[in-house]
């Protein structure tokens, strides 16, 4: 395939991936901004309580006849065969979202590795796929011992400290992103698509239904029903999921773009976001103070989804991520935190999917 021919453009057609999913669902709409056409997979095209925003998004573009849901699962060889017959580019954004499960390895592992063999080699038979971008995250750069000594992570960096039994989330992600590359790589060049990883921080900005909320957001409801006494001493880095979508498209529409891409814009502690939470809304209730590492270990009141080996890696770890590639290369424009966070409390609101105490 040529060099010059492996990128799209307005009127070609891109298949996401989990298109209902929070940050499926921005790309989603950045593609259609972008005039593309999409074809959005999703488990069952005919759930409204899952869909019916697509539907309304593409309204408010005006872009429904631009805009198609097919079903597809991610465990199932070929499911993904027709969804991508014809598809000029490639969004995969449908991952495996859990932290903790009775049998890691099947539940959590092979699903993420299986789900990327399955949609990939859909891809290769469809032999069309010019390029593809491949939802990752910062969790399969990150390596939390390095990052108390200091050290700030780039591209560069895979996370190789991750185990099954103590970080299942970032062992699967990263096995997830080396299985993509590991099959580009084993295509024929003539047929080889290109390929640009997103990895993107915690995720936050609009929300769009209920279940959006459960995801990364959901640091943020917890703030704002009052989960915590007190702020934990975990260091976040944070982006909107605007600029993780828009990142998605550029990267499929420029063809010099290549390789990995970090997305984070603001680093801080939960006493920092909720001191940010209070000054945006004044009179409203949020955690004050920091909460002992002793205590909450103790305590036991962080996600019990999360292994206590990991818990104690990011207690008190200000773990930076520099995103500067992002900027030079896509020329991201992340816009201020405060409005990132507004929109996140505003839609969780306006949607009754949380409500401010």
């Known amino acids: 395939m040529d060099a010059s021919t492996r990128h799209l453009q307005a009127g070609d057609t891109l298949c996401v991936t989990g298109a209902s999913g929070y940050v499926g669902t921005h790309v989603v709409i950045a593609a259609l901004e972008a005039g593309l056409k999409v074809r959005g997979t999703v488990r069952d095209p005919n759930n409204d309580a899952k869909c019916d925003h697509l539907w309304r998004l593409a309204d408010e ?89 200091g050290h700030v992570f780039t591209e560069q960096d895979w996370n190789t400290e991750s185990q099954i039994p103590d970080d299942v989330y970032g062992y699967a992600k990263a096995a997830a992103e080396r299985a993509a590359w590991a099959f580009t790589e084993a295509l024929d060049e003539d047929k080889r698509w290109r390929l640009c990883t997103i990895n993107p921080a915690i995720v936050i900005g609009p929300t769009y239904t209920r279940a959006h909320c459960r995801t990364s957001p959901q640091i943020i409801r917890d703030l704002m029903r009052g989960s915590f006494p007190a702020c934990p001493p975990i260091f976040f880095g944070f982006v909107d999921a605007r600029e993780v979508a828009w990142a998605h498209v550029r990267t499929l529409m420029n063809p010099q773009a290549t390789g990995r891409f970090i997305l984070c814009d603001e680093h801080g502690w939960m006493l920092d976001i909720a001191n940010h939470l209070r000054r945006l809304y004044p009179g409203k209730t949020f955690p004050k103070g920091r909460l002992p590492k002793l205590v909450m270990l103790l305590a036991g009141i962080f996600d019990k989804r999360i292994e206590l080996k990991l818990i104690r890696r990011i207690l008190g770890n200000e773990v930076r991520y520099d995103s500067s590639r992002s900027r030079d290369v896509l020329g991201v424009k992340y816009r201020p935190f405060d409005d990132s966070l507004r929109e996140t409390v505003d839609t969780m609101v306006q949607g009754g999917w949380a409500q401010l105490r």
Not at 62 to 78: I, S
Not at 105 to 110: A, K, L, P, Y
């Open 61 to 149: 573009l005006g872009a429904r006849d631009r805009l198609e849901l097919v079903a597809a699962d991610l465990l199932m060889p070929g499911s993904f065969d027709e969804a991508l017959k014809g598809c000029d580019g490639l969004a995969h954004v449908a991952a495996v979202a859990r932290f903790s499960a009775k049998d890691r390895q099947r539940e959590i592992v092979d699903p993420s590795v299986e789900g990327v063999s399955n949609v990939y080699k859909s891809a290769a038979k469809a032999g069309t796929v010019r390029a593809v971008a491949h939802t990752s995250s910062v969790a399969a750069i990150v390596r939390y011992a390095d990052g108390r000594k």
